[in-house]
């Protein structure tokens, strides 16, 4: 401010150096006592202490939307996923292809065959292989509009150097009116940071549309 | 040339762009990889649905088969 001050009414003011940081805040310390807080560190979350705001880490077992990516073409990366918490939900809501397809995979960090697991869906059991999350029945599909598919992830302790234990369900409408379920279990053989998640048509013909909502759970 | 999306959650970058030559070889991997899975899938449904038939054959009804979970 060129008088170095913050107009509140027209006849009172705070000094424009109380803000001395990007995100700075200004609060009441008292009445008529304005304080600064200063911005907190990533992940942070602001709440309530002894009466005044302050920042605080999220407390365990809370849920926090992380990111919200909108799906496009054949594949779609969503990385630099926050390394903060314990837990990992993607929710992947509404995909709809804008034609047939094999199936729609997943992958984490770009890693292909990087999960071991057993896989029911419509089309068989199949017992414990190596391969990449199956989001669909491995057979032709047509999840054209109005018929939509959806799935959850959850991957336990994302962030650890050993295989991590994941759980996925899901399912879709198919053409023909016939609903698909599917359901994977399992653990992720990667052994570094979960850092990002891929979505991708099996044949790359067919464009993808939806949106992917990343949790990070304490 | 088909077209991929690349979000950066971390900093907010979007990129949208055709496959490479990596990623170009590896989508024909995965579909030859997806197309020998559907074959082993489709030959089992061939057997159980001929195992099926056997049992008919030997008298068992549909009531029989939902019985067993076949």
């Known amino acids: ?218 | 040339m088909p077209l991929i999306r690349i979000h950066n959650v971390d900093t907010g970058e979007i990129i949208d762009r055709e496959m490479n030559a990596q990623e170009l070889a590896q989508l024909e991997a995965d579909k030859a990889k997806a197309a020998i899975k559907a074959q082993e899938l489709a030959e089992a449904e061939a057997k159980r649905l001929s195992a099926l038939a056997k049992l008919v054959a030997l008298g068992l009804t549909t009531d029989d088969l939902t019985a067993l979970g076949l």
Do not use: C, H
């Open chain 1, 1 to 218: 401010m060129a008088t170095g001050r913050i107009p509140i009414n027209g006849t009172a003011a705070i000094q424009s150096t109380t803000l001395t940081t990007t995100g700075d805040m200004i609060y009441a310390s008292a009445a008529n006592t304005p304080a600064r807080l200063g911005i907190g560190s990533s992940g942070q979350v602001l709440t309530v202490a002894s009466g005044i705001p302050s920042w605080a880490a999220v407390a365990s077992g809370g849920m926090t939307l992380l990111s919200t990516t909108t799906i496009s073409g054949v594949s779609t990366s969503v990385t630099g996923i926050s390394g903060a918490y314990t837990n990992l939900v993607i929710s992947i809501e509404n995909v709809v292809l804008s034609g047939t397809d094999t199936s729609i995979n997943a992958t984490l960090n770009s890693t292909q065959d990087q999960v071991s697991s057993y896989l029911q869906n419509r089309i068989a059991w199949d017992n414990q292989f190596n391969d990449d999350f199956r989001l669909t029945a491995n057979a032709a599909m047509d999840v054209s509009v109005p018929n939509k598919m959806a799935n959850v992830m959850m991957i336990s302790n994302y962030t650890s150097s050993n295989p991590k234990p994941f759980q996925t369900f899901g399912s879709y409408t198919g053409a023909d009116t016939t609903i698909d379920a599917n359901f994977q279990v399992g653990s992720v053989l990667i052994t570094s940071a979960i850092t990002s998640f891929q979505i991708f048509t099996v044949n790359g013909t067919s464009t993808m549309s939806g949106t992917i909502k990343i949790y990070g759970v304490k």
